[in-house]
């Protein structure tokens, strides 16, 4: 057992203490934190209002679009500052105002046509036309404008029809054990996502460091040295356990930043509910998953590196391994929509797949505890017999060069004495 932990010790070592290990550990939490903070951000912070002029050739569709225009609001304040174009030959006025946009004074302007009405149709020419929240802005006052120019005509009043056709304010406010919270702007579905995908690129990435390294060991035939005073059963071991620690050291800190993140993200964004939860039982459950989804798919990658000689041989045998968290990420839709259904219930209790759809899970509802467990319980019975597996596989592959071995010969290795 001693030399066990040998290995895994130096194994340990010599990732943390890589630049690239330091790098990832320390961006990875940053990258995260803007991903998730950014987007809350420039929804608040939309700069100043857009000077935009109403070149109305319509005849009187003007003075209707400005009021709609001057009514729509951001935070308490106006959006827009709406100005008449004005009179004369308009081929003349396009040509002055676009001449104060190329300078500075103008963001663009709005064109009515003569036909607008019946159209149903507007222009805006913009120094800037990406911005897709104000043009969203922009268009709802142009139609609402439209609509009650033609309500008017109907006999109706436009106040009146809007007062009785106003859109339903829906709140999704979401009930967990800890008590009810307002969910805006998607956060639960941003949080679900980020997650996923964190687990996602994290068991790949180590798993492949497991390939990666027995690949190198093998190759500069270090490996030859240590088995001669180490059983391969106990150096395959102290590998997983080694490489497995390095990996749950990043992946503690990133928790802990994660939680501290959502912590104080709300407090300093000020927007309580569009910030997402992140309980510190989810906390426990993100790094449990990793650990078992570390040594299921790890093992399998470790088997990979001692049957092939190079990185290119062991292409063609990672992608069947890499399979199932594919296929987790294709079903991550469905499981969001419907975590409660029979068939996200079933696809989470696969093991190859339940380190990222059990949790995914457990992000948008509660499961029952008996199906968290069952999970768990056959994860551990899958890493058990593919670690036994990979072992053997191990022990036979990590000595042999030359030719890249079928995939029957792999499998007769397992059951060679």
């Known amino acids: 057992m001693s030399r066990v932990f040998a290995v895994a010790r130096r194994e340990y070592l010599e990732r943390v203490r890589s630049k690239a290990f330091l790098v990832s550990t320390i961006l990875g939490p940053t990258l995260l934190a803007g991903f998730m903070i950014a987007p809350i951000l420039l929804t608040r912070q939309r700069g100043r209002p857009l000077h935009v002029a109403v070149l109305d050739a319509s005849g009187g569709l003007g003075a209707d679009v400005t009021q709609s225009l001057e009514r729509r609001k951001v935070d308490g304040r106006p959006r827009f500052i709406v100005e008449t174009a004005p009179a004369g030959p308009p081929d003349q006025v396009r040509a002055a105002l676009q001449a104060r946009m190329v300078g500075g004074d103008l963001d663009g302007y709005l064109s009515l046509s003569p036909d607008a009405l019946e159209r149903s149709a507007a222009e805006y020419y913009g120094r800037n036309v990406s911005n897709m929240m104000d043009l969203q802005l922009m268009d709802k006052a142009v139609e609402e404008a439209l609509v009650s120019r033609r309500l008017a005509g109907a006999g109706l009043d436009p106040e009146r029809v809007r007062s009785l056709t106003r859109r339903v304010d829906l709140k999704t406010i979401r009930v967990t054990a800890r008590g009810a919270r307002e969910d805006r702007r998607g956060a639960s579905f941003l949080l679900s996502l980020v997650l996923m995908m964190l687990l996602y690129t994290t068991l790949a990435i180590w798993g492949a460091a497991m390939m990666n390294g027995v690949i ?95 990185t290119q041989e062991a292409q063609s045998l990672v992608f069947p391994v890499m399979m199932p968290l594919i296929l987790s990420v294709v079903f991550y839709p469905l499981v969001l929509s419907a975590p409660d259904s029979a068939l996200s219930v079933a696809l989470s209790l696969v093991p190859f797949f339940a380190p990222l759809l059990m949790f995914l899970r457990m992000t948008t509802v509660s499961p029952p505890a008996w199906q968290v467990a069952l999970s768990m319980l056959m994860m551990l019975a899958a890493i058990a017999g593919i670690t036994w597996a990979a072992a053997r596989i191990y022990r036979v592959g990590i000595l042999m060069y030359g030719k890249r071995p079928t995939f029957p010969e792999i499998v007769r290795w397992v059951g060679r004495p």
Not at 238 to 263: E, H
Not at 269 to 298: K, R
């Open 216 to 310: 190198e060991e093998k190759a500069n035939r270090v490996v030859e040295v240590v088995v001669s005073s180490l059983p391969a059963s106990r150096l395959f071991a102290g590998k997983l356990v080694g490489v497995g620690a390095a990996g749950l050291t990043q992946f503690v800190v990133w928790a802990a930043c994660l939680g501290a993140i959502s912590a104080v993200g709300a407090a300093g964004t000020g927007a309580t509910g569009a910030w997402p939860e992140l309980s510190p039982s989810l906390l426990v459950a993100f790094v449990v998953f990793f650990v078992l989804g570390y040594f299921l798919y790890g093992s399998m990658y470790a088997s990979i590196g001692a049957a092939v000689n190079t």
